[in-house]
């Protein structure tokens, strides 16, 4: 390009600099967007899939970003853990073990209960989860049945406070309920059916 008098016309290096600044601004700007858009799906996709878990995660952390982190996290640790699907004959025992502890409950209900909180742990292990930290455990749990683990923790809670002081028949009632539909839900990874009714 050239000036009317022929001359070549040059940019000045405030004009290109100016330039450059404008193209970065935009280019971190559209950076942010699809950074803030792929934060918001991963959030949508945690709390689809986590569901009260993940409302649970957040009233304890007090930060979405920061639950997000920690259900990915877990997620990603889930995928390390190889379940296995049980037996005709295993699930037979387990479903008629649990019946006898629905039974018990008429008796003795705070024995039911250490029973039922028994019969989870190695239900759990028989189908691969590992049991050793009772917290990892619920969080292992939270992954594939985020709609009963908040149950589970509650039947936990009420079981030590039973062990410690006792708890009234209906908080133990309510534990075993809970620790039913862990039960069953563990049951149905597999078949898709069980007959654990109440």
Do not use: C
Not at 62 to 91: C, F, N, Q, V, Y
Not at 133 to 157: I, K, L, T
């Amino acid at each position: 390009m050239t000036a009317a008098n022929g001359h070549p016309t040059t940019m000045s290096s405030t004009t290109v600099i100016l330039v450059i600044v404008v193209a970065v601004i935009a280019l971190l700007a559209l950076v942010a967007v699809a950074w803030s858009r792929s934060g918001k799906r991963r959030s949508e996709r945690l709390r689809e899939r986590f569901g009260p878990e993940y409302d649970h995660q957040l009233a304890e952390t007090g930060d979405a970003a920061e639950t997000d982190r920690i259900l990915a996290e877990r997620e990603k640790r889930h995928r390390s853990i190889t379940l296995r699907e049980l037996e005709p004959r295993e699930r037979e025992t387990f479903e008629h073990r649990w019946t006898d502890v629905q039974r018990e409950f008429v008796d003795d209900p705070g024995r039911a209960v250490e029973h039922a909180d028994n019969l989870v742990d190695e239900l759990l292990s028989a189908r691969g989860y590992p049991v050793d930290d009772a917290s990892r455990r619920a969080e292992d749990v939270s992954v594939d049945h985020p709609e009963v683990v908040q149950r589970y923790r509650e039947a936990r809670r009420i079981g030590a406070a039973h062990r410690e002081h006792g708890a009234d028949t209906e908080d133990l009632r309510s534990a075993v309920t809970a620790y039913r539909e862990l039960v069953q839900a563990l049951l149905e990874g597999d078949s898709g059916r069980t007959s654990t009714s109440a």
